[in-house]
């Protein structure tokens, strides 16, 4: 079986803080992959990244940066110096290898404040 | 290029009628997929269409759920007798599909259902 667990429901910061979205996974596959969206208020889930299992690299995109780690299950988001802009909620996601649904972590909802 | 456009946008029912919520997927794309989004459930998966066929299903709540897909295109999602715990924003994706399986699913606004 499969699961995502996002532990934070709910992260409050100030523009321009660093804010880290925490992503942990369960799933017996070797080969699976994980992916991270972004639902802003207006409601519609936007695609932000996916990441192999085979691929441990981290990969950084403008502010956002993913840390992957097999070894802890782990698949973190981190916004740099965030924006109000930034306030949604963020769902980690799995898939397994051959399969097609996603499993998806509750979401972390984030409030960025002037 | 467009994106998933589901309709209608918001959708309001009483007990007991059925609905059909529509799903355009993005042109090309091959699987399409039906999740839920609810306050107490989050986001769980419905169905899965690989073309018109549906290999997946084992996201349907009860009988009372169907969908169907037709040239490859265009879904609809239909639940008889709505109940009040039908209430949730229906949300549908697409993908291509490699040799390495689906790819990243990109999803539509959603339908707001609400079962009075």
């Known amino acids: 079986a499969q699961k995502v667990t996002q532990a934070q429901t709910e992260i409050s910061v100030v523009e321009k803080e660093d804010v880290t979205l925490d992503c942990v996974y369960e799933t017996r596959d070797t080969t699976y992959y994980l992916f991270w969206y972004k639902q802003p208020p207006s409601g519609e889930l936007v695609f932000l990244i996916r990441r192999n299992s085979f691929d441990e690299q981290n990969e950084i995109s403008g502010r956002y940066s993913w840390n992957f780690q097999k070894s802890t299950s782990s698949f973190n988001f981190t916004i740099t110096a965030s924006q109000v802009v930034d306030s949604a909620v963020y769902f980690c996601a799995l898939r397994r290898g051959a399969g097609n649904m996603l499993t998806f972590g509750g979401g972390t909802r984030l409030m960025v404040k002037p | ?116």
Request: proline share 5%; net charge neutral.
């Open chain 2, 1 to 116: 290029g467009a994106g998933v456009s589901q309709s209608p946008s918001n959708k309001v029912t009483e007990k007991g009628k059925d609905v059909e919520l529509r799903c355009d997927p993005i042109s090309g794309h091959t699987a399409l997929y039906w999740y839920r989004q609810s306050l107490g459930q989050g986001l769980e998966f419905l169905i899965y269409f690989q073309g018109n066929s549906a290999p997946d299903k084992s996201g349907l709540p009860s009988d009372r759920f169907s969908a169907e897909r037709t040239g490859g295109s265009v879904s609809t999602l239909t639940i008889q007798r709505t109940q009040q715990e039908d209430s949730a924003v229906y949300l549908c994706a697409s993908s291509l599909i490699s040799s390495a399986g689906p790819n990243e699913q990109f999803f539509g606004p959603g339908t707001r259902l609400t079962v009075l």
